[in-house]
């Protein structure tokens, strides 16, 4: 079975562009999150999907960013136009149901010069 | 609020010495709680999680973790390290409303040899 995938590994970006962070979940799984690690903090939560609908988007920085999951598949992160201090890892992860345990992908490093 | 200290930002052992990553936590109610490890150049994997059950929780590669309540510690320990163990291991807290993960700051594991 796939895990979750994320496409680029890497991006880097000038300030003021725009970035857009893909991820496939495990198939099957209606949950899917976004956290991101800024350089020498913690990894935070971004939002959740449950499906195709926004579940809880508390941890989104600003509007900058904005995240959709078309038909509840894929989903995709932009952010336009990306800032320094959107440098850091993207990581999307995904779970069955109400199920807690979440499954991780690689992760998108994003460096924005 | 819920949030996760890890007591050590790096931990240094020999190869064929136990390990110790101490975790403290802190919960308005019963957590479900989890390691996670994060090797060079690839993504999270779930090393073990506690829900509520057995108070002491092995996972994969020899890992294994303790619940005290008391102490409000989740501490992640191996009897004996392995050169391919070093990585970064976060200590990890879920908020059971929102299935939101909240990270500790994370414990890059050093294996001398």
């Known amino acids: 079975e796939a895990g979750v995938t994320q496409f680029p590994s890497h991006s880097v970006i000038e300030k003021g562009q725009t970035v857009t962070l893909r991820c496939d979940p495990i198939?099957?799984?209606?949950?899917l999150y976004w956290y991101r690690r800024v350089m020498g903090k913690e990894i935070k939560f971004l939002l959740h999907?449950?499906?195709?609908?926004?579940?809880?988007e508390s941890g989104m920085p600003n509007n900058r960013f904005l995240a959709e999951r078309t038909g509840g598949t894929y989903s995709t992160l932009k952010v336009q136009p990306a800032e320094l201090e959107d440098s850091g890892v993207y990581f999307c992860a995904s779970s069955p149901g109400l199920a807690i345990e979440q499954y991780f992908g690689p992760g998108t490093r994003l460096t924005v010069t | 609020a819920q949030s996760v200290t890890q007591l050590d930002s790096h931990v240094s052992v020999s190869e064929g010495t136990p390990v110790l990553l101490r975790c403290n936590y802190s919960?308005?109610?019963?957590?479900?709680l989890f390691w996670y490890v994060q090797h060079p150049n690839k993504g999270l994997q779930l090393l073990l999680k506690y829900t509520s059950a057995a108070t002491l929780v092995k996972g994969i590669n020899g890992f294994e973790a303790e619940f005290k309540k008391s102490e409000t510690s989740f501490h992640l320990t191996k009897p004996s390290a392995h050169m391919s163990d070093a990585a970064e291991y976060f200590c990890?807290?879920?908020?059971?409303?929102?299935?939101?993960?909240?990270w500790g700051a994370g414990t890059k594991l050093i294996i001398k040899p």
């Open positions: 198939s099957g799984h209606d949950n």
């Open positions: 999907f449950v499906k195709e609908s926004k579940q809880d």
């Open positions: 990890v807290v879920s908020d059971n409303s929102n299935y939101q993960l909240i």
């Open positions: 919960s308005s109610y019963s957590p479900s």
